[in-house]
């Protein structure tokens, strides 16, 4: 009897450690099952309505960038929701998503109104010159982060809005008009 109470904990403690190990990896897992990279950046990350931390990561490989939207369920473990899917070229990739804004705390109405945080990352291995942008291109409110070295660059904007007003601009198209990349 004895001996069948030390197989049980022992076979306890080794599953409680494979599943210490497995949620630890978790990240390098989900990217491996999905066919992706385990060699990834990660762009941003933060905690959504839900209270669930996300990531967003760059897992390309070469001149061909992926970006991928996951998400810590509540044991832990890292899953893909979606990713940059199909661009106009290879050597770039755009992603969105979207966090609640909360109310307008300075509208007086009846009604309350939301606001939606709209996070758009791009990212490129591209350029020909210096990525720049200005306010007057984009909409009203947003803000944007532009980081290069070389070919490479990545151009994160925020904005809050109306659920309705949610239409974010082709960045592709405007680096591409503006002579910015190839």
Do not use: C
């Not at 990561?57 to 992926?66: L, T």
């Not at 609640?100 to 791009?122: C, I, M, R, V």
């Amino acid at each position: 009897m004895k001996k069948i109470g030390w197989i049980i904990l022992s076979l306890l403690i080794i599953a409680v450690i494979t599943l210490m190990i497995i949620r630890a990896n978790s990240l390098k897992l989900a990217l491996s099952w999905g066919g992706y990279s385990t060699s990834y950046s990660t762009y941003h990350q933060g905690y959504n309505a839900n209270q669930l931390e996300y990531k967003v990561i760059e897992a390309g490989e070469g001149d061909n960038p992926i970006l991928i939207y996951l998400e810590r369920n509540r044991f832990g473990f890292w899953k893909i929701l979606y990713d940059s899917g199909q661009t106009p070229d290879a050597k770039f990739a755009h992603i969105l998503w979207m966090n609640s804004g909360g109310f307008k705390k300075f509208a007086f109405q009846d009604d309350p109104t939301f606001s939606t945080e709209w996070n758009y990352l791009a990212v490129g291995t591209n350029a020909v010159k210096q990525i720049e942008l200005s306010p007057d291109w984009l909409r009203p409110g947003t803000a944007f982060k532009i980081q290069q070295t070389g070919e490479s660059y990545s151009i994160y904007l925020i904005t809050f809005t109306d659920p309705e007003d949610g239409e974010i601009m082709d960045i592709y198209q405007l680096l591409l008009d503006k002579g910015m990349i190839k």
